[in-house]
């Protein structure tokens, strides 16, 4: 008899679809936003490596912090994926729209629990 795999956890549930971009996209690069409560600096504090980004996502999320990352691409039709925003945050609001000249071609959005 084998063996079920067991579920993915919800936070590996949520990083499978950036696992799943950095297989399909091995040179798209994750550029990292930090935010809180005195906002939202206007470029990336660091850019990682496609196989490096789910890994560093999810030891922030096991710590408590909010996520949201879009794929981002140049704003016409034929534009393919161009990076991923990765936005981290504890407190404060959530990252700013795109700047313009820019669309997301997929995104999503993690609410760390309320622990308190």
Known sequence: ?????????????????????????????????????????????????????????????????HMDWTLVAEDHPDAEPDHLRLCFWQDGNPPPALLPGWRSVEQARWNAPDNT
């Open 1 to 65: 008899m084998t063996k079920r795999k067991p579920d993915p956890t919800p936070i590996e549930a949520f990083l499978a679809p950036l696992a799943r971009i950095a297989r399909k996209r091995p040179e798209i690069e994750g550029l990292v936003f930090w935010g809180g409560p005195a906002g939202w600096g206007p470029a990336p504090s660091e850019a990682l490596e496609a196989e490096e980004i789910a890994f560093y996502a999810e030891g922030l999320l096991e710590d408590g912090f």
